[in-house]
């Protein structure tokens, strides 16, 4: 089926296109990631990773996919204490979310596919897919792009700026990714089973960045990257078949 970049298509292909396909919107944001890594770079992989996806099974879909230009801002507010970081708050987020999808509902369009890649909008996510869907009958998908990770071993998913994004972007552009030196781990936040606990202190504790960075590499990284666009194209086709 085809494949069209928003950004590059006309209204009047938009049009006769939006009713019957995914408009896929890679999500991320502009923030500090260590000494180390790219400002973009969760905006960065979000939209790689989707890219390479769609381009991977747009032949076998059964609906035409159209990828929006991908959003580089997230709820971000966290990271404001490093510096180097653009931040939307999750009101304001969740409100463009919403703008998003109503333009696309008034376009014509009637599925839409969000590839998450910053942790902090996760729950922004979830909740303008449900407002959205209700307000504006769209049918709106969520998915974080990695938790479709395999066989990456202790490595914490997704971590910050620490193996897997490291690895990933040294896959993606070695020049984003600046000299990593070893880091001492700090003492260790208490945890409690079954609750996230959110503090500003342990953002401080590790320096805004976690585990191992420079354990990273770029064949790692390929290797990585390769199957997360496999399994999100799988994704993708699911999708094409049950909306």
Known sequence: MTLK???RTNRSELNELLPEAIVILPIGATEQHGPHLATGTDWMLAEAVTHQAANLIHDRAQRPLVLAPALPYG????????GGTLSLTPETLLAVLRDLTRSLAASGGRRLLLVNGHGGNIGVCHAAAAAAASRYDVNV????????????????LPGHAGTF??????AQD???VAERHP?????STPAIDDVQLHT???WRRIDGYTDHPERADA???RAWFDQLATALGDRILELAEAL
């Open 165 to 170: 994004e490291t690895a990933l972007m040294l």
């Open 174 to 176: 070695e020049g984003l």
């Open 183 to 187: 880091r001492p781990d700090p003492p």
């Open 141 to 156: 998908a969520h998915v974080d792009y990695w938790r479709l990770a395999r066989d990456t071993g202790d490595t914490p």
């Open 5 to 7: 970049h928003w950004h």
């Open 219 to 221: 064949e790692t990284g």
């Open 75 to 82: 709820a971000s507010d966290h990271h404001l204490p490093f």
């Open 200 to 202: 500003a202190e342990s």
